[in-house]
């Protein structure tokens, strides 16, 4: 996914919003997309990632004009990105704990099982978006970034043994 500026030129895989007041992920939109792409905000700015091969545009609009890339990103974009894959995380983290609670007590171990499937693969895209990300801007960034991409790769790995768990089926015997 590429991003481009308002007169269309293109501007990379990155981009950062300067001078702009409460960014927030109602200000974006999002057209065409084939693939998977994740917005977060925590209500002062953004953060967009893609899996990796996906296409569509990404527009903002900042007080009725519509401003698409802008280039380099500063630490402080640098660390809402971060930031954002980390929520991301923490919401999988959640719907974790429920297929879980839902599996430990043989309720639905099918759906449970699924949605197990659908937190690796998540953990999965949050590993390869957090490993994509820049962190030229902060202090210590890429130690930063190693060490959240090991720490991710490790829930990615319990997650894959929580599916095998619900692969194996339900028994209350300690499976």
Request: hydrophobic residues 40%.
């Amino acid at each position: 996914m590429s991003y481009t500026n308002a007169t269309g030129d293109g501007v990379g895989t990155h981009y950062a919003v300067g001078g702009a007041q409460r960014i927030t992920t109602q200000n974006v939109t999002v057209q065409d997309v084939k693939g998977e792409i994740h917005i977060v905000g925590d209500g002062n700015g953004i953060a967009v990632t893609a899996v990796s091969g996906t296409t569509g545009k990404v527009a903002i609009e900042l007080g009725g004009a519509v401003r698409k890339g802008a280039g380099n990103s500063s630490g402080k974009d640098q660390a809402a990105t971060i930031d954002g894959v980390l929520g991301w995380s923490g919401r999988s983290r959640s719907s974790l704990f429920a297929a879980l609670a839902d599996l430990e007590a043989c309720r639905d171990v099918d759906g449970a099982t699924e949605a197990l499937r659908a937190v690796a693969d998540g953990r999965a895209r949050q590993v390869d978006a957090l490993a994509g990300v820049d962190v030229s801007a902060l202090s210590g960034g890429g130690a930063i970034r190693d060490t959240l991409v090991r720490a991710l790769k490790f829930s990615w790995q319990a997650d894959r043994a929580f599916v095998r768990w619900g692969e194996s089926g339900c028994a209350k015997d300690g499976n």
